[in-house]
């Protein structure tokens, strides 16, 4: 913590001296120093702090290089907000993990001379149908979209936002709910070992369709995110992985992502010049494959300060009803009570409309709703952390997977908190984890 605050103030004062390279390398090297820092003293490379960490302060960083005409530095306030933010979730998760450590004599040093996992073979079954079942779901909700819709957004071209429209209302959180099949899969041939050839050649066919609806539905995230569920699920369960088998599997991970990623950008029909405008880099001859990426990282931060400014100026708070987003879209409500989500959205620019996972608690009650979240955050964080040492039910571990990703992608507040389809994804593998338990 001593070396965050320390990089955090310099990072400070080099942007206010216009050093913006060096303040943003400041704060990345923090990044990495924290991350190694917990892999090193767990052994987890999918710890929930270090994750946080590494994508929170690490994101701050590749902001603070100002590589777009768009950014400008930061005011004071938001300086500390985000310094706030990481400072209480960081507290609040020691406080807890040095308590656990007292209570239970370092439980984390007898949980080493033993294995992560148990024998999960009295759950193949039920894991088996869960998979089947979500793809089927899945595929047949896809099916009644492209009917009633007349059209699959991946062979439509000239139309950038045709995957936008690909939706009807309710049925579309069924459909991208193929995401949570490859890590299902992860647990059923983990607890099978190939046993049973028929069951593994089924749930080899449904990761194949739960990889094909993201790719006709042109939905890069969904893609990258049924991918990613499954090799941290997978990391979580194995333990005896070799650490330079790791390495190499996750740079062929990297580069088939990055393929995909591109393939679907150009899918979606996207003009490079337009995109190129609206970024509106420093340097017009930057590649857009690393032009986007770095936009989608560091404008978040930027919108943020573009909210505290406009709050400073006289903009009111929304007391909670800004964080209560999910509720009134899952329960119809912001249809039938429109001013429930009528808050203006304050960006950089119009088109660039991505923020942190703090936006929202800035937005309520100020610098204390970005301490309040990052103190249940980090009580989130320890709880899951615990709990994956002792755990029966493997569908934890996808939760546990579900978790860190959205950890890791705490700079995307619309990918986390405000999106229905994430809460979806938790309830889905809530009743997943029930059926579980109750075949068990």
């Given amino acids: 913590m001593i070396v965050y605050l320390i990089c955090c103030l310099a990072s400070f004062l080099l942007a206010r001296g216009e050093h913006f390279y060096l303040s943003g390398l400041c704060l990345m090297g923090a990044a990495v120093f924290l991350y190694v820092q917990d892999f ?52 609040v998760f020691e406080v807890f993990e040095r308590r656990g450590r007292n209570n239970y004599n370092s439980y984390a040093s007898r949980w080493k001379g033993q294995k992560r996992w148990h024998d999960f073979r009295s759950c193949e079954e039920p894991v088996f149908i869960c998979a089947l079942a979500v793809t089927a779901l899945s595929l047949f909700c896809f099916v009644l979209e492209a009917v009633v819709l007349g059209y699959v957004p991946f062979f439509l071209r000239g139309v950038p936002h045709a995957y936008s429209y690909f939706h009807i209302t309710g049925v579309h959180y069924f459909t991208v709910s193929c995401v949570l099949v490859p890590a299902l899969s992860v ?14 050649g089924i749930l080899i066919g449904a990761d194949i369709i739960a990889v094909l609806i993201p790719i006709l539905c042109v939905s890069r995230f969904q893609l990258i995110l049924a991918a990613v569920l499954a090799v941290i699920t997978y990391l979580m369960m194995d333990i005896h992985i070799d650490p330079l088998q790791m390495i190499i599997s996750a740079a ?7 393929a995909a990623y591109i393939i679907l950008t150009i899918a979606r029909s996207h003009d490079v010049e337009y995109l190129n405008g609206i970024f509106e880099m420093k340097n017009s001859r930057t590649p857009i494959f690393v032009t986007q990426p770095y936009m989608y990282i560091a404008n978040n931060y930027d919108n943020f300060d573009c909210m505290v400014r406009a709050m400073a100026s006289g ?11 999910p509720l009134w879209a899952l329960t119809g409500l912001k249809f039938l009570v429109p001013s429930l989500t009528a808050f203006p959205l304050f960006t950089t620019k119009e088109e660039l409309t991505t923020v942190t996972l703090f936006y929202d608690a800035y937005y309520d009650f100020g610098i204390l709703g970005v301490v309040l979240l990052g103190c249940v955050l980090g009580l989130l964080a320890w709880y899951l952390t615990d709990m994956v040492k002792h755990i029966r039910n493997p569908i934890g571990y996808l939760l546990y997977a579900q978790i860190a990703v959205y950890f890791g992608l705490s700079l995307f507040h619309h990918l986390v908190q405000q999106a229905p389809t994430t809460w979806f994804y938790l309830a889905v593998t809530g009743a997943a984890a029930v059926y579980v338990e109750w075949r068990q």
Avoid: E, P
């Fill in 187 to 200: 647990i059923f041939f983990h607890s099978n070992g190939g046993r049973d050839r028929l069951r593994t």
């Fill in 315 to 325: 903009y009111s708070h929304s007391f909670g009803l800004k964080m209560l987003f």
């Fill in 252 to 258: 062929v991970l990297f580069v088939g992502l990055l």
């Fill in 40 to 91: 090193r003293r767990t052994g987890n490379c999918i710890h929930l702090r270090g994750i946080f960490a590494l994508a929170w302060v690490g994101g701050q960083g590749v902001s603070c290089l100002k590589l777009s005409r768009l950014a400008q530095d930061w005011t004071f306030l938001t300086w500390l907000c985000f310094l706030a933010a990481f400072v209480s979730f960081y507290a």
